[in-house]
């Protein structure tokens, strides 16, 4: 949605002059013009649009994500005093000897490296972070609350995947921002929806798709569902179509000047994902389980064994020219003429004997020379890579698909690059915010926030220390400060700010090792 566009009078995604539509009165960003995202002359879709971002873990903060790319103006708003489990991470300051068992989802910090303050670090955010700012506010006190709403009435967009009734109990639920601000536009993603039976369920995208009947059709069909491990498919798949859905809002405000609730299931969206499925049962009567890494419709096709430990490729035949380039890739042209493979029914009746031919020519290879071999006959099939693999991939390498991103907390690190390309100008490619980093901008420089003033602890500075941190001052002095959840909190009341919170950490520290006497903690903060 362009400002710029609307007031030419030129429609969404034409930059001429020449249009014969008139410019749209009730059309307008809360970004004024010339103050929105630009990269070099050439503006951005979402230049002017900006966007409050109240989004946890994965698919909300993928969205807005998108959002950002685009060059909309992502604002994420996060209580300084409430941790938001497995959206930074599984605890603000994880034990490092755990990391390993919590995995990749609990474990990712770059290097295991949890020092500093590790809730800017953990993979589960920085890998949706980049091109946001960062605010704190507890909205649960008057003045947080009132910080919030000047903030509904500058953006165009709110975007949430709470639970369904956390709006409400903060009192910023639709009726309460439609009424302050029209022409926001609020997208909500539950995971099942709204209203109805399943509305107020919580969970995780893995237990969902389980609900949804993802979960079902994977595994193998000798395995019962315990050994099928979580997809997190339904996250990703959220994001990208959220997206979608806040940008058609977008433009349908273009014609009607007023704002709407979008209502985006997170569970429905991912049932589109397998409708085949469904509308086959609803055919049929059949009822689907897990087929392994087989098709109803191509043969062969599977998981084979490489050269190597825990190296694999997969192979699918879908058409009898394939067939007989797989014979060739294989030095095996005879089989060509065999009976029992002569066409798909017979090849999918003796798949267990084509497996064994197949993974015999496969274990004397690399993984990549069995791929290289089957696409060099128009065979599909390609390496099952892990990370390593994929940071080297030739392709990608030649594509320049991973770029270094960071921040001051995580280094610069490689990260997947944004998902497609275009013509237009490029996309967005900024820091990963931290938290509260942004306070400044966005509790003191935006237009009518500031005109009441800001105390900080709920939503800025204050020359006085915030309530919560007079009372872990008091916990301070009776445990030696020597207190991981003590040092969160303050440090999180400043909002992340990377002076203060360094200089509150050295004064726990030293009321911890007897340098400084707890007494004079206080006035070392002051």
Same mark, same amino acid.
């Given at each position: 949605?362009?400002?710029?566009?609307?007031?030419?009078?030129? %429609?969404?995604?034409?930059?001429?002059?020449?249009?014969?539509?008139?410019?749209?009165?009730?059309?307008?960003?809360?970004?004024?013009?010339?103050?929105?995202?630009?990269?070099?002359?050439?503006?951005?879709?979402?230049?002017?649009?900006? #966007?409050?971002?109240?989004?946890? #873990?994965?698919?909300?903060?993928?969205?807005?994500?998108?959002?950002?790319?685009?060059?909309?103006?992502?604002?994420?708003?996060?209580?300084?005093?409430?941790?938001?489990?497995? &959206?930074?991470?599984?605890?603000?300051?994880p034990a490092e000897d755990l990391l390993i068992d919590f995995g990749?989802?609990?474990?990712?910090?770059?290097?295991?490296?949890v020092s500093g303050? %590790?809730?800017?670090?953990?993979?589960?955010?920085?890998?949706?972070?980049?091109?946001?700012?960062?605010? &704190?506010?507890?909205?649960?006190?008057?003045?947080?609350?009132?910080?919030?709403?000047?903030?509904?009435?500058?953006?165009?967009?709110?975007?949430?995947?709470?639970?369904?009734? $956390?709006?409400?109990?903060?009192?910023i639920g639709w009726d309460a921002l439609h009424a302050r601000n029209p022409r926001l536009i609020c997208l909500r993603m539950p995971p099942m929806s709204l209203e109805g039976p399943y509305s107020e369920y919580v969970g995780f995208g893995a237990s969902f798709e389980a609900l949804c009947g993802l979960t079902r059709l994977r595994g193998y069909t000798d395995d019962d569902p315990t050994t099928t491990s979580a997809a997190f498919h339904m996250d990703p798949a959220s994001g990208a179509s959220a997206a979608f859905a806040a940008l058609c809002a977008l433009r349908l405000r273009e014609a009607s000047g007023t704002g709407q609730l979008i209502e985006f299931s997170q569970g429905e969206n991912m049932m589109h994902h397998i409708g085949e499925y469904f509308v086959d049962a609803d055919r049929t009567g059949r009822s689907h389980g897990p087929g392994g890494n087989r098709h109803i419709a191509r043969a062969p096709q599977g998981c084979y064994r490489c050269e190597g430990e825990d190296r694999w490729a997969v192979i699918s035949v879908g058409t009898e020219a394939e067939w007989a380039g797989l014979c060739r890739a294989m030095g095996r042209p005879e089989l060509v003429a065999d009976s029992r493979f002569a066409d798909l029914a017979g090849r999918t009746a003796n798949h267990d004997e084509l497996d064994k031919i197949i993974e015999a020519w496969t274990e004397n290879l690399r993984h990549r020379e069995v791929f290289d071999r089957c696409q060099a006959e128009r065979v599909p099939a390609g390496p099952v890579m892990d990370e390593a693999d994929a940071y080297a991939d030739p392709h990608l390498?030649? /594509?320049?698909?991973?770029?270094?991103?960071?921040?001051?907390?995580?280094?610069?690190?490689?990260?997947?690059?944004?998902?497609?390309?275009?013509?237009?100008?490029?996309?967005?490619?900024?820091?990963?915010?931290?938290?509260?980093?942004?306070?400044?901008?966005?509790?003191?420089?935006?237009?009518?926030?500031?005109?009441?003033? @800001?105390?900080?602890? &709920? @939503?800025?500075?204050?020359?006085?220390?915030?309530?919560?941190?007079?009372?872990?001052?008091?916990?301070?002095?009776?445990? $030696?400060?020597?207190?991981?959840?003590? /040092?969160?909190?303050?440090?999180?009341?400043?909002?992340?700010?990377?002076?203060?919170?360094?200089?509150?950490?050295?004064?726990?520290?030293?009321?911890?090792?007897?340098?400084?006497?707890?007494?004079?903690?206080?006035?070392?903060?002051?």
């Open positions: 949605v362009r400002a710029e566009a609307a007031r030419k009078g030129s %429609p969404i995604g034409d930059d001429g002059e020449d249009s014969d539509l008139s410019p749209n009165p009730a059309y307008r960003t809360s970004i004024p013009p010339g103050n929105e995202r630009t990269v070099g002359e050439r503006r951005l879709p979402l230049g002017g649009v900006r #966007v409050l971002d109240l989004t946890v #873990v994965w698919a909300g903060p993928s969205c807005t994500m998108h959002l950002a790319d685009l060059g909309a103006e992502v604002i994420r708003v996060d209580n300084p005093f409430v941790f938001p489990p497995a &959206t930074r991470g599984n605890s603000p300051r990749p989802l609990g474990g990712g910090y770059p290097n295991l490296d303050r %590790p809730w800017n670090k953990h993979g589960m955010w920085a890998a949706q972070a980049r091109n946001k700012l960062s605010c &704190t506010l507890d909205i649960r006190k008057p003045e947080g609350l009132d910080a919030f709403f000047r903030l509904v009435d500058q953006c165009d967009l709110l975007v949430e995947n709470n639970s369904v009734h $956390t709006l409400d109990k903060l009192g390498l030649a /594509r320049g698909f991973f770029r270094a991103q960071g921040s001051e907390d995580i280094g610069t690190w490689d990260f997947p690059g944004q998902q497609w390309r275009w013509d237009g100008p490029d996309m967005r490619w900024e820091s990963i915010c931290r938290l509260g980093a942004d306070n400044e901008y966005v509790l003191k420089e935006l237009p009518a926030i500031h005109e009441q003033g @800001i105390r900080f602890g &709920t @939503i800025g500075r204050n020359e006085d220390l915030p309530e919560s941190v007079q009372t872990a001052i008091g916990v301070a002095r009776d445990t $030696t400060a020597d207190n991981e959840g003590l /040092r969160f909190t303050i440090a999180l009341s400043y909002g992340g700010r990377t002076e203060i919170v360094d200089a509150v950490r050295a004064a726990l520290q030293d009321v911890a090792s007897g340098d400084l006497d707890p007494a004079e903690l206080d006035e070392r903060l002051l």
